[in-house]
């Protein structure tokens, strides 16, 4: 097991202790999960490296009788990490709505006021009103790209950008979300 920067902190025990879990638990743990979950499999590693750090974390080798209480106990906490994962889900779905973007939808002349149109035509309106590094930022991170090359383009420092990207994001979700509220009102008030 490689260990990123963020493990460089931990203990030379811990790591072996992580490493040991590893090895044992990862795999099966991933197989389960991809097998009876329908997530994808870095989401599905991503829930198993919380399960195997929680595991390190709140236990030691002496605290169970056998093995088989050791197995059955980190299976538990790998289902509450799953649940968690599929309840955050839920909620950010409920609490943002998915603009589908597809060709010429907001150019086109008809149908502006339908509400198909509106959520893209909001999105757009608020990606307008954002500087041209914001914009930039916002679409080349969304491109998986490294902080590190976007830096270039923005012209910010690197170790920031993180930062502006996960504030833009959310801003920029709740500007659309309560424009489109505030549509949503403003149209049941005139149908009334």
């Avoid at 998986?144 to 993180?162: C, G, R, T």
Wanted: some cysteine; glycine content about 2%.
């Amino acid at each position: 097991m490689n260990f990123t920067k963020r493990e460089h902190h931990l203990s030379d025990n811990t790591k072996k202790s992580l490493t040991v879990l590893y090895e044992k638990y990862a795999q099966k743990l991933l197989g389960y999960t991809c097998k009876n979950y329908s997530i994808d499999k870095d989401d599905a590693l991503a829930v198993v490296y919380k399960t195997l750090y929680k595991i390190v974390e709140v236990t030691n080798d002496s605290m169970f009788e056998n093995e088989q209480k050791r197995s059955a106990f980190i299976f538990k906490t790998h289902i509450h990490f799953l649940r968690n994962f599929f309840r955050d889900a839920r909620s950010f779905e409920k609490n943002n709505q998915e603009v589908a973007l597809t060709e010429n939808i907001a150019n086109s002349e008809q149908d502006t006021d339908s509400p198909l149109n509106m959520p893209l035509i909001i999105l757009q309106q608020e990606l307008e009103k954002l500087e041209d590094w914001q914009r930039i930022l916002l679409l080349m991170r969304g491109q998986d790209m490294p902080y590190s090359k976007i830096a270039a383009f923005v012209n910010k420092p690197e170790d920031q950008l993180k930062v502006y990207y996960a504030r833009l994001k959310k801003q920029l979700a709740e500007n659309v979300n309560a424009a489109l509220q505030q549509l949503k009102t403003t149209q049941n008030v005139n149908r009334s």
